[in-house]
């Protein structure tokens, strides 16, 4: 008879376990595809993209149309940083025909993709034209130095010829605060 119940116990254990990862699986899914829609790059950049997000026990797939070839790498971006995302297939398609090779906007693409796979500075907040090779930054850097990296980075790319940073520092540092409170 004992053993009869724990026999009983463990089959009840397995079947609620069984039972319960499914649902814990959905839930997770559920959850990425809501913290997707609800990310700050989602609701600002991506807002006029016809993007959809499926996920299946951490697998998402990315289908949908999208205005710019950059903004297929920062929707990949933002799901692959996401808990419990475990691989994104991206077949996200850009809304009408893509660049040349090597024209004003196939190079414009090719910086906003290096700014975006480089965490010291904001692809989202620089905005990237390209006139003759030339690749001119506005936008918002947090300081100095990512002014400067962005330069950089900007310039590491195959095509580009000079780069005019307009960005603007929007930080001063605590340092820069403090001194200037002594100062008057």
């Given at each position: 008879m004992k053993e009869h119940y724990s026999l009983l116990l463990l089959v009840a254990a397995i079947a609620l376990l069984a039972l319960g990862l499914?649902?814990?699986?959905?839930?997770?899914?559920?959850?990425?595809?809501?913290?997707?829609?609800?990310?700050?790059?989602?609701?600002?950049?991506?807002?006029e993209d016809d993007i959809k997000i499926e996920s299946k026990d951490?697998?998402?797939?990315?289908?949908?149309?999208?205005?710019?070839?950059?903004?297929?790498?920062?929707?990949?971006?933002?799901?692959?940083?996401l808990p419990g995302v475990k691989s994104v297939?991206?077949?996200?398609?850009?809304?009408?025909?893509?660049?040349?090779?090597?024209?004003d906007a196939w190079l414009r693409d090719k910086?906003?993709?290096?700014?975006?796979?480089?965490?010291?500075?904001?692809?989202?907040k620089t905005e990237v034209d390209v006139k003759d090779g030339i690749a001119t930054l506005r936008g918002n850097a947090a300081s100095?130095?990512?002014?400067?990296?962005?330069?950089?980075?900007?310039?590491?790319?195959?095509?580009?010829?000079?780069v005019n940073n307009e960005m603007t520092v929007t930080k001063t540092s605590k340092k820069n605060k403090d001194r200037g409170r002594k100062d008057r």
């Open positions: 499914p649902a814990h699986a959905s839930r997770m899914d559920a959850r990425i595809e809501a913290s997707a829609k609800k990310s700050y790059v989602f609701k600002a950049f991506l807002k951490g697998a998402v797939t990315l289908t949908g149309l999208v205005s710019e070839e950059y903004h297929k790498s920062l929707a990949q971006e933002t799901l692959t940083g297939d991206n077949r996200l398609e850009v809304k009408g025909a893509p660049p040349t090779a090597n024209s910086v906003k993709v290096t700014l975006l796979f480089h965490r010291s500075v904001s692809a989202a100095l130095a990512q002014k400067d990296l962005t330069t950089e980075y900007a310039k590491d790319v195959e095509g580009i010829t000079a």
